[in-house]
């Protein structure tokens, strides 16, 4: 995983369940997560969807712990065993933005799929206003592969959703590439 102590992928426990309902519950980033129309969340309709994950055998979930506390979540998710690919998904909570926390946490994300899960492929689909995380993937090595014109409606007004992908011989190539870089 990565160099950086300060964040931290691990299995959510009982302790978590507070900060991911206020995450799942969140109608001010609602669009950010879910392509479902938003509404609110019930604390019983969110123990239902919970319970439902966590039986689902194919899906990676992880808190994102940074300094001791949680403060979101990331997966992988849809895996596809044939092709050998899985899509990705994170969710910070708001105090928790723009710190580089997503950027190490998708960093960590995109290692664990590709090493431990022996992956071929990640990709993620994001909303075209969406420009921290946008720069985050980029971060991480992601690619812009194609975009769905207009194809979210996002607070009042149509937005398009971008597609980004990265695999795993471009993730090795770059790791390759980062001690000459610093160097």
């Known amino acids: ?3 950086s102590p300060a964040v931290i992928l691990r299995a959510p426990t009982d302790f978590d369940v507070e900060v991911l309902y206020r995450l799942a519950s969140d ?6 997560r879910s392509p479902s129309t938003p509404a609110p969340l019930t604390r019983a309709a969110y ?3 919970r319970a439902d994950q966590d039986s689902a055998a194919r899906n990676v979930r992880f808190v994102i712990e940074a300094e001791g506390t949680a403060v979101g979540s990331i997966s992988l998710f849809d895996f596809d065993d044939l092709a050998r690919h899985a899509e990705v998904g994170i969710a910070l909570v708001t105090e928790a933005r723009g710190k580089g926390i997503g950027t190490d946490a998708i960093a960590q994300l995109v290692e664990f799929a ?3 899960c022996n992956l071929r492929r990640v990709h993620l689909e994001v909303i075209e206003s ?3 995380a946008i720069r985050a993937y980029e971060k991480a090595g992601f690619v812009l592969e194609g975009r769905q014109r207009e194809h979210a409606w996002v607070r009042g007004r149509y937005e398009d959703i971008l ?3 990265l695999l795993r011989s471009e993730w090795e190539s770059a790791r390759e590439e980062a001690p000459t870089r610093r160097g």
């Open 27 to 32: 109608l001010d980033t609602w669009e950010e």
């Open 163 to 165: 597609r980004m992908g």
């Open 47 to 49: 123990e239902a969807r």
């Open 114 to 116: 590709f090493v431990r």
């Open 1 to 3: 995983m990565s160099d």
């Open 130 to 132: 969406n420009a921290g």
